[in-house]
């Protein structure tokens, strides 16, 4: 074996060991990625329904309290002042 010859076999090699590498590290990665999200899963859904029953929770609780102003001149009033108001105003049945 000559010296270019030599040289050539080793860049290969060492070509061939860098993408070795990278796809280590991005399978490492991807796999890191993938545990973590599906560790955040259960967290992430528990937080969807705690904030969509939380928020009908509450609108329930203010159309008992400000019910009253349904009956009133006020109906745009009571969604104003309705703690969610976004929330009253979706659910309400006179918006």
């Known amino acids: 074996m000559e010296l270019s010859e030599l040289n050539e076999t080793w860049q290969r090699l060492e070509e061939a060991l860098e993408r070795a590498n990278r796809f280590s590290e991005e399978t ?3 796999q890191k990625l993938d545990a973590t999200q599906k560790s955040l899963r259960p967290l992430k859904l528990n937080q ?10 509450l609108d329930d609780q203010a159309d008992g309290i400000l019910g009253h102003l349904e009956r009133s001149d006020c109906a745009g009033l009571r969604n104003r002042l309705h703690p969610h108001g976004g929330v009253g105003v979706l659910f309400s049945e006179s918006h």
């Open 28 to 30: 490492l990665r991807r």
């Open 48 to 57: 969807i329904f705690q904030i969509l029953f939380g928020g009908i929770a």
